[in-house]
């Protein structure tokens, strides 16, 4: 089952959109079965024959502590005896389903559960409520909103207010079906009309599109690739790096991939200090990696480095990183922290 073969989604798109940056991965036909057709046992098994789930305290404490500890590692907090994400993803499969991403999953739903038997009112959320009634249409429709708004994100979210825009549009459009599900038939003799929690819910997404769109135009945020007056300093401080030595490479570019600025160092140690100068104001991204083998570029291996490598703001990266998720505004002379990844744990 969990060996079934892959479908590769994105060649699925390019009639629609054409060739682009979006990575829209791959599943295997079969093995993300195995977690709904649980689901649903356990859901019946449950109905028929109730299961006290929390009776024991030491298993909810338990559950607590491994999510703690696959967040921390999942955000870098033993790297130093040698965990790193490289080994997180080689364990957390999403095609195959690895284990990794089941016992994570497992202990989602598993404190979620605990948090609403504890605190029944704790996420009484009216508008989370309305979708959730029709969570199975929402489930299928957030796919159809997804690889739909994907495209337009790419295209037009190159600053933060298009990219907010983006996402509320994307949240408001999942309530899409629970409007159609609770509406009465056009066939129905009685008129259609808008009870007050469908006005009320309405209102709000119309709101924050519109505060949204009136935000970006008072701030006049810069353009793709436009860059303000002023020139400023960036000083790197760079993690991470392992005891084999070389040159640790930085570069600086815009969401065009316009280079505008490179420094180097020579590694003596787990961290180092470097600094760029006279970079142009404006939304930039900086890539930084360790050069083991002096051929001044990062080595691959098919999808994965073998080199230490990293971006600004440390994404969490399960494939290529998008501008968004490295940039940063300069305006002033600033400092980032760069922790260095090593994927060879993958291969």
């Not at 080689?90 to 284990?99: F, I, M, V």
Request: hydrophobic share 45%.
């Amino acid at each position: 089952m969990l060996a079934s073969g892959y479908v590769e989604l994105s060649s699925l798109l390019h009639r629609l959109w054409g060739t682009s940056d979006i990575n829209t991965g791959y599943f295997s036909w079969l093995a993300w079965q195995l977690p709904f057709f649980a689901g649903v046992c356990l859901g019946y098994l449950a109905q028929n024959r109730p299961i006290d789930w929390f009776k024991y305290k030491w298993v909810t404490l338990a559950a607590l502590l491994a999510g703690l500890l696959i967040f921390a590692a999942h955000r870098h907090a033993f790297l130093s005896y040698g965990i790193h994400q490289g080994i997180l993803y080689q364990h957390a499969d999403k095609a195959t389903l690895g284990w990794l991403r089941i016992l994570n999953l497992a202990i989602l739903v598993y404190l979620f559960g605990y948090l609403i038997q504890r605190f029944p009112a704790l996420l009484s959320i009216r508008p989370l409520a309305f979708i959730g009634r029709h969570s199975l249409q929402t489930f299928a429709w957030h796919y159809v909103v997804i690889f739909t708004l994907a495209p337009v994100a790419v295209h037009f979210g190159y600053d933060a207010y298009n990219y907010n825009l983006i996402i509320a549009c994307a949240v408001i459009c999942l309530a899409v079906p629970a409007f159609v599900k609770e509406c009465r038939p056009l066939s129905s003799s009685t008129p259609f009309r808008l009870d007050n929690k469908m006005k009320v819910s309405a209102l709000v997404g119309v709101a924050a599109i519109l505060v949204l769109v009136l935000a970006k135009e008072e701030k006049a945020p810069m353009q793709n690739g436009e860059l303000a007056a002023g020139l400023h300093s960036v000083t790197i401080e760079v993690s991470g790096l392992t005891q084999e030595g070389g040159i640790v490479y930085v570069e600086a570019s815009t969401e065009n991939a316009m280079v505008l600025g490179r420094t180097s160092g020579r590694v003596e140690g787990d961290s180092m200090t470097l600094k760029l100068s006279e970079i142009p104001s404006g939304y930039i991204s900086l890539f930084v990696f360790q050069d083991i083998d002096g051929d001044q570029s990062l080595t691959m291996e098919g999808y994965l480095p073998k080199e230490p490598m990293g971006f600004s703001n440390n994404p969490t990266l399960s494939g290529p990183p998008n501008f968004m998720q490295s940039r940063f505004k300069l305006g002033e002379a600033t400092t980032q922290q760069i922790r260095l990844v090593d994927y060879r744990g993958m291969m």
